[in-house]
């Protein structure tokens, strides 16, 4: 694009955590302009005045989702709850706009998996033959030509991530994968929920999800994908008691010839600017990535045994959600992977 | 015992959290008389003026721990760093004190493995060989005729707890056994150490103990014991940003003919008074059992495949520690086993 | 009543934090018998299943709330939201059931009063004038006496005791209150509320109702009384990232000659079972009191001005809501005081 | 300075929170070169070891604090406890080099109210007398000449910002002020201390320093500057379970004719770019500064009464430390003076 010229960016449902978290990093952005963002319940009121921690940053009111406007925009990011992005985005992309969509419309590829998982049939399946899985670590070059793209779910960013070398060098029984995984309760979205009341979910620790959580067919065929083949993965999410964080525990049975793991990761991961292998030993904290777009990577073999564990942490909100889809906006753009990503955790 | 008379008590190591919360829960035992809370650094100190929580419930100071003193006692228990009990333990039994240990001293059998792990080595082996390991739902008749009861520590109470039915059946492969366990930051104990800190350990979650925690060696010595053989475990311990709870998330391979694993968990716990296992489909919050003795666990076989999920609850300062040393203590002295252990968890 | 006999208790409106804490507590209570609680959304369920912490402590279904039902109880606890018990109470004292009412419906007085704050108009003004306020360091004999006892709010629990020694002996401005208070986020209720949700109120502090809180009419009410004159009162209410717990800073005044103001709270609490005075220069913790009937009270002039600052601390769901309902209880019923009400506060 | 030349900068103290957050802002800021930052425990380690969120960002290790290498620098920051930086700025000052100190050393204007609080004399007095107090809202311009600057305390920021304006136009009592403030635990720093840990002041909220805080004589100083008279001052801070914020809650008698106080403090801080006056009605949370250089305040007269309460919020280790001090170094400097200093606060 013109170096000077800046993206017309739009957001569709702007109220929710992964909403907020897209203005806060896109008011900083170097090479974006906030033209729209939307919100049936809102609409007319200062975006601020919902978010006062953008007061002073963004002068702009929440819009009524219309076709009209957002296709003024050279790209729009879905933060809306499923089922929503499925229906416009067909008419957006006739319109010439790019799009990210930050839920689950189009992450799986099969639309009779997204109607069991999911519970309504898919609106659009010819747009989701084209949408692209936009993990950038797996995909990068069909980001880039993508027209749309399906920003990956925050479990299955840190669990694939995670697995990703293991499973590339055959390295693990691909049928047995433990993916034993911890969310903040920013998780579950900004719902007047029971559940992720602060008196529920502070000073507490629980498992849910047990019997099926909707990432594990994510997870599984982004994992079949690399593997050419399916695979086999326990998936046990828990709910954490804090705000922001996902620190997935992943446990393989070690096949094949011993390899060097530290070694193998940071090879893997040397040119990628949002995976971050540890020192080896290491156990990373989620908070040492509160507020960034890293994941933090530890790959451990206790007792020299036949079990590999790695430790992979990122923060939901970001890596797992708006920083990602922002990264996956670069991309498609042209413009440098990093831009507008550069922030540090906030630590303590 | 005489219906009337109180049992003798003493504390060893007043001012930790297990200190406290023994002293919490004896000041309400029907059956106790708390006669000697030790600390040498608050010797002569007021009780409730380091824990006001017990001001109008207890009228005691700290004194000097002090042989002629405790062997006063008819039951001593230790709330001590590891490798001071067993240097204090030989004296008071031959006092005729009976003694539980709730640190670490007695609870690995071989001394050899007590010095690899805990960097000492073993003060009076003669007496770690009569020391009873003192898990009630394993040990209970045993526990019963100790002079010298180990209390087990919290992590191996969640865990082996949780693994126990399926072992006794030999329902999974005893050799790749996973534990994830999460703990509140109060398993770290009262010391002022900078990875407790609210700053450091709220709102984040880590492993730690990764390459090989103290507690590996006791829950595989415990599991071994009902195998009759070695077991293979790898267990990652976590750190949760709250005070008290213990989830152990245990993953077992299944093997042999299909059971029925809720029936199996029921039946082995029916009669059990501290362990509740809940209705299939279940996920037990730790808040569940805060404050409380009970241990709660639910079984679950994701998608019916060939990995069994246990999950296990309990508060590490009860069930974990305190709780369970007195439950042993009841059953030691011939008590109701849950005499003074009724309470309620404190929910929300 | 005869010693052996249980009082047969019923409570409407079973499912909020107030109710599962009055069923934490009377489950315990060697005089209670649990005939009914109630609930709409809930009846025909187990209420362990809402309350996982009571399994294998209560075996009771939530049921409808009824008359003729809670009219077999000797006393009836009303833990609904506000406008909810006035409409029931009179058929209850007719029936000779003695009630306490843990809402705001029995507080105020004045009933144009109740109208201005809680926007409706009084149902049963005639049932208001015999009401008698349940705070039982003020009022203990009315209480003993009454048919129907509106239990205090929590702030106005932990603000009155804190400025009754003062004004009770004129010695602060009573025109120039301040009560400057900070609630956990249980005060809020066990409601999906957006502001209540962790990730809004954890990790934040902030004042709410600063324009006026509807403890407001209530606590100027309570020290009204005690003055025998109207008060003027600042009273700012501030949302706590915890859940338990109400800590209130006071501000008054100094007026006429100087008193030894330790000394005059020590005298004025001596024979108060639940409440305690600090030692001089204390500053209580809120959690020295949590999930205990307990109020501890420090009293300070800071550099020696003529600013007295008192420092009143209580669990917001125990001595300020179900545990002074439960000692209302036992004074209306001339069981010992503190029946059902020795816990000790959970700490940490 | 010269557009293109970047500003060297040195830290001293570099390993505690405030020192942490130096650096975390520094990296990000566009006319600034790190050239050391020093601690003699942690020399030759590298910084991101100590705080992984700097991973990627700082290849720098932790010097040996050295006259000559700081000599080097432009500007120095003193991170370090009291009573370091005054032995070590005279020496700095003479080699030409600019400070900012974080810490109390030369906040007080009268020595012997420093040793009072402070408990030892003061090395340099000299130095003391040209030290400007850095609160850019009240002495811009002085600051911008300064060779040395007193960084303000965390409270004292948000307290004297609130009470400012009512002050600067002689609207209240002067001696009657009350400032009950409340702050998270980040302010007693990264210290092992054992009323730190997160098993001691989670889930819990009390006041502490009652008879008198070390920011009592420095918001009082500044408040009598303002009033060119002293002023009477009540200040009660809270320890809050939260890990940053501090929320003022200021109270004052109003006197003279009515104002418009609204208007007052939108006029006072319209050019102010980190001073933030809410909305009329509003109550600012401590959340919507949390990472960012804002102090946000609401003005109310509740009830229309002669009690005025402002309610004021900042980060306390941004504006109410390392922010505040960057802000400083960019008006020494003649950087504009919120370059480097636009985060937007971290929410949820």
Same mark, same amino acid.
């Given at each position: 694009m013109n170096q000077g010229a800046k993206l017309k960016i739009g957001i569709v449902g702007g109220t929710g955590y992964t909403g907020v978290e897209l203005l806060r990093l896109l008011v900083q952005h170097p090479n974006v302009e906030l033209t729209a963002v939307t919100s049936r319940s809102e609409?007319?009121? %200062?975006?601020h005045a919902l978010y006062p921690n953008l007061r002073g940053h963004l002068d702009l009111q929440f819009s009524q989702p219309d076709l009209d406007n957002l296709s003024q925009c050279d790209l729009v990011f879905f933060a809306t709850p499923n089922g929503v992005a499925m229906k416009l985005v067909p008419g957006l992309l006739q319109a010439g706009v790019r799009v990210v969509d930050l839920a689950a419309d189009f992450r799986l590829k099969d639309p009779s998996l997204w109607q069991q998982w999911y519970g309504m049939p898919h609106a659009c399946e010819d747009v989701l033959e084209q949408a692209v899985y936009g993990l950038p670590e797996m995909n990068r070059s069909q980001i880039a030509e993508a027209k749309i793209v399906a920003n990956p779910g925050c479990y299955p960013t840190a669990v694939q991530l995670g697995f990703l070398p293991l499973l590339e060098r055959g390295l693990? %029984?691909?049928?047995h994968l433990i993916a034993d995984a911890k969310s903040g309760v920013s998780g579950a979205g900004r719902e007047a929920k029971l559940g992720s009341l602060l008196c529920e979910a502070s000073e507490s620790f629980k498992a849910y999800g047990v019997s099926g959580h909707r990432h594990l067919p994510e997870i599984s065929q982004g994992l079949a994908e690399v593997m050419g083949a399916p695979v086999g993965l326990t998936f046990i999410p828990h709910l954490t008691p804090m705000i922001r964080g996902i620190h997935a525990t992943l446990y393989g049975r070690l096949q094949g010839a011993a390899a060097d793991l530290q070694a193998l990761f940071e090879s893997r991961f040397?040119?990628?600017?949002?995976v971050d292998v540890m020192p080896a030993g290491s156990a990373p904290e989620t908070r040492s990535v509160k507020g960034s777009n890293q994941c933090r990577i530890a790959v451990h073999v206790p007792q020299g045994g036949d079990t590999v564990v790695v430790l992979s942490v990122i923060d939901n909100l970001v890596k797992g959600a708006a920083g990602q889809a922002i990264q996956n906006m670069n991309i498609m753009c042209g413009l440098p992977e990093s831009a507008g990503l550069n922030q540090v955790a906030l630590m303590p």
């Open positions: 609409a007319g009121q %200062d975006v693990i %029984d691909p049928m040397k040119d990628e600017p949002f």
